[in-house]
Structure formats: structure tokens, C-alpha cells
């Protein structure tokens, strides 16, 4: 919008140094500077633009909605207000406005590369999955050198089951860029999910001689021979998770049929009638426990590695805080007795080992208070963690219970769960756990 040229004139330079101010979150500081270039220029459609990075990174959809509707008032062909109003207007789900705009964008600009890219976030915003697949197979046919276009297509393909098809997307990228860590991942994951060993090795070996010391790297090395690592690396959880912050509480909740923080909210008001407490949610994801808790006298601070699913979670305006950290970060740094509930539900699936997670919740944890957590099951004949194909690491309940009460929690409840949620159209089993610490003497 605001590229930087030698030979940018000087009113785009202040307009840059503006976008840098709220970039850096220096928010006051920009809507000062933004309100001075507006009486200079109140024509400039770029400032409206401006008014809506700085509302939206202020958390106020409304108002970024309203300053886009300005921009493109001003300037009603001008593509990049365009595009920029349709994402916003795509995630509020107000599709058909925002598929129209990006129709409209596509036509004002059609060599713009851009252009292509913003058309498909709008659509994959919007949950219009024929579209989001018809412009990036359009994108990949009228940029083919675009591996930006062309990665976004061989993961949504590999996202949607066709792994074939997005195999062929990802070589097609790797013959043209060999070290495309990205790249190389996407087709270990697709190897992976075809139970192409032999493939997935030899992705998995590029992938480490890329970067010998990366812990992604070493992750995903260890896993296709066959080893369980203690946990996934961040970079695995946030390439999941950023990328599916938007859609996933309809597809979790209404697809899959995943009711579990609405039952642990149910548990805690049990604990809490009064709403009296302070609860700490590891994996905080979209906030879902905080919707269904609903407003409590104390505070509730979520943790979560995903920026995007904070972002979601933050909407609720129900979090008195965010930390974006790894929750084995967050537990071992927390100081001790501080909340009367900890809760963690579909999260140490990803987390792993438990080992560093339960004796600091207990630490955390008030006399009296409960750390409620959710796990995907493992057979009793099967190993204590297993990480099962879906890249998930499953427990053993006997063993979860075993290190709750050898950590010191005293009253633990394991609450079988014949379907945690659907995967594959089939029930995965799971167990919800509630470990209490002793109360005080
Ligand atoms: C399936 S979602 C569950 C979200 C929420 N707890 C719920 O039940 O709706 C898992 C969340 O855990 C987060 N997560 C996974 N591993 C994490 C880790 N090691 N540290 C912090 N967050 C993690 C992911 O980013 C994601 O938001």
C-alpha cells in the first residue's frame, strides 16, 4: 500500500513513518500523526486506510470497518481499498460483500499478483472453500511463478485430503527454490500422511542438513524413525493454529463435535458458584473456556503460541490478559500459588511429555484449586505417550492419574470421554481429568 521508493515523495514518507508507528503499537502516537495528515490531505484515501490498520490493531473491527468503507468512498476503483475492506468484511462473515469487492479488486488489477493473493485470503476468510480453491488454481494458472500462490494451493489441497495433488504443487516449488524449508515440510507432512516412509525420510534428512540445530528439524527427523520426542516444537503449533484461527470454532465445535471447555466451564462453576476466582487457561486457543465461563469476579489469563488464536480469543473481551508463550514456558515461570484453577483442554495433545506440566500446575495452584485438562487417549496396552499419525501426542489415563497423585495433587477425578471430538468421521476417545491440590490444613 505505502511501498517504500527512492523516489516517494515527502507526504508518503510521513504516511510511512505513520504505519511504522503502528506497526510498533505506538498507537496514540500514530492516531496524532494520522489526525495532522488528514487536515493536510483529507482527500488522500490512503489516510482512511491508515484509520484502519490503527483501529484494527486497537482490537475495534467496527471502526476499521468504517475507515475502510471511507477509503474506498474516496477512492472507489482503487484495488487496495478494495481488498482491504473485503477481509475485513470476510472476517465478520459477511461473505457476499466481501466476495463481491474481491471480484471487483480482481478485475481493477488483474496482473497484480497481490491482488490474487488477497482475493484468496478473503475467500479462505470468508469460508467459501470453492472460491478460496478456484482463485488460487486460477492464481497458480495466471502466475505460475508465484510460489507464494502456489505454496497457499499445495497446502490448502493437503488440508483438504489431496495429497497427490499437492505433492505435485510443492515439487514443482522445490525444483525451483531446493532449500524451501516450507516447501520441504509441506511434502514431509503429505509423505507422511500417505504412509510414504521412505519419502518422508528423505525430506525429514534435507530438512535437518537445511538446519542441523533447528528443533523443527530434529522433530520431524526423529518422528519419521520412528521415535516419540517429549514435545513438538513451537514452529509445529503455530504453523497449525495461525493459520486456522478463523475457522476454528465453527469447525471444532460444530463440525467435530468438541464440547470439552464447555464442560470444563460447567466444572469450575461447580467449584466456583460464587465466580470467584482466578483462572489460569493454558492453550487458551479462541477463548473458548471463557465463553462458556462467561464473566468471573477474578481474572482469567490466557497463555497460547498462537498469535491468530489470541487474537480470536481476545474478541470476547472476557481475558484480562494474553501471554504468547509456550505453556511449559508459562508453567515453569509462574510464580507459586497464584490461581484457584488451571484449566488446559485439547492442548496437551500437542504439548507431549507431562512430566513438566503437572508438578508446576500443582505449584501454581492454590491450596484447594483444580487443574482441569483434556487428553486424547491411549490403550493401557499401548506406551504411556504415543504420538499417533495425526501428529497428536495420545495418553495413557492410568499413567496421567499415577503422576497426578506422585506430584502431590489428592482428590483426581479422570472422566472418560467416548468422543473427545470426530476425526474422520469416526469418535476419538478422550478423558478429562480434574486434580485437585490438598486444601490447607
Ligand atoms: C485445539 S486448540 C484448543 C484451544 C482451547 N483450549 C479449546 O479447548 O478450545 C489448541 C491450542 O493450544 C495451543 N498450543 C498448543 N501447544 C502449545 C504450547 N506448547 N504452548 C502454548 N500454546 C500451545 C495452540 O496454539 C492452540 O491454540
Known amino acids: 500500500m505505502l511501498a517504500s521508493t527512492p523516489t516517494a515523495d515527502p507526504f508518503t514518507l510521513q504516511l510511512q513513518q505513520i504505519r511504522g508507528l503502528i506497526e510498533a503499537h505506538q498507537l496514540p502516537q ?51 481499498a478494495q481488498i482491504e475492506l473485503a477481509l475485513l468484511l470476510a472476517r465478520q462473515k459477511q461473505g457476499d460483500e466481501a466476495i463481491s469487492l474481491a471480484m471487483r479488486a480482481l478485475a481493477s488489477a488483474p496482473q497484480e499478483a497481490q491482488v490474487m493473493v488477497g482475493a484468496i485470503n478473503v475467500a479462505l476468510s470468508a469460508e467459501r472453500h470453492e472460491q478460496t480453491l478456484k482463485w488460487a488454481e486460477d492464481g497458480v494458472r495466471r502466475f ?34 531446493p532449500h524451501h524449508e516450507e516447501t520441504l515440510q509441506g511434502l514431509l507432512s503429505c509423505a507422511l500422511s500417505m504412509d510414504d516412509q521412505a519419502r518422508a525420510r528423505t525430506y525429514a534428512e534435507r530438512l535437518l542438513a ?24 513451537a514452529q509445529v503449533v503455530t504453523g497449525i493454529f495461525d493459520g486456522y484461527a478463523d475457522q476454528f470454532d465453527v ?10 471447555p ?27 473456556v471463557g465463553v462458556y465461563l462467561g464473566r468471573i469476579e477474578g481474572h482469567i489469563i490466557g497463555v497460547d503460541l498462537s498469535e491468530k488464536m489470541i487474537e480470536q480469543a481476545a474478541r470476547h473481551q472476557l481475558y484480562s490478559r494474553f501471554h504468547r508463550v509456550n505453556v ?23 504439548v ?66 467416548p468422543t473427545l471430538r470426530m476425526e474422520n468421521n469416526q469418535p476419538l476417545p478422550g478423558f478429562l481429568v480434574t486434580a485437585r491440590k490438598p486444601p490447607a490444613a
Open 30 to 80: 500514530a492516531a496524532q500523526a494520522l489526525n495532522a495528515a488528514q487536515q493536510q490531505a483529507p482527500k488522500d484515501a490512503r489516510i482512511p486506510l491508515l484509520g484502519m490498520r490503527l483501529a484494527e490493531r486497537a482490537g475495534n473491527l467496527e471502526r476499521a470497518t468504517q475507515a475502510a468503507r471511507r477509503a474506498l468512498a474516496l477512492a472507489p476503483d482503487w484495488h487496495v
Open 144 to 177: 505460475p511463478e508465484s510460489a507464494g500462490i502456489r505454496l497457499f494451493l499445495a497446502r490448502f489441497l493437503a488440508a483438504q485430503g489431496r495429497l497427490a495433488d499437492a505433492t505435485t504443487h510443492y515439487e514443482f516449488i522445490l525444483q525451483r527454490l
Open 210 to 233: 537445511l538446519k542441523p540445530f533447528d528443533e523443527n528439524a530434529r522433530y520431524w527427523h526423529a518422528v519419521v524413525h520412528g521415535q516419540t520426542p517429549p514435545t513438538q516444537p
Open 251 to 260: 469447525h471444532l465445535v460444530r463440525g467435530l463435535q468438541y464440547r470439552v
Open 262 to 288: 464447555e464442560r470444563v466451564a460447567q466444572i469450575l462453576l461447580e467449584h466456583h458458584p460464587d465466580r470467584r476466582f482466578n483462572l489460569l487457561d493454558l492453550g487458551c486457543g479462541t477463548g473458548l
Open 328 to 350: 511449559l514456558d508459562a508453567l515453569r515461570e509462574t510464580p507459586a500459588e497464584h490461581y484457584e484453577a488451571i484449566t488446559c483442554t485439547d492442548v496437551l495433545v500437542y
Open 352 to 417: 507431549g511429555d507431562l512430566a513438566p506440566v503437572i508438578p508446576n500446575a500443582l505449584r501454581i495452584l492454590k491450596p484447594g484449586g483444580h487443574f482441569i485438562f483434556s487428553c486424547e487417549a491411549a490403550a493401557e496396552d499401548e506406551a504411556d505417550l504415543v504420538l499417533r499419525p495425526s501428529q497428536r501426542y495420545a495418553h495413557k489415563a492410568s499413567a496421567v492419574e499415577r503422576q497426578c497423585r506422585e506430584a502431590g495433587f489428592d482428590d483426581i477425578r479422570i472422566e472418560h470421554l
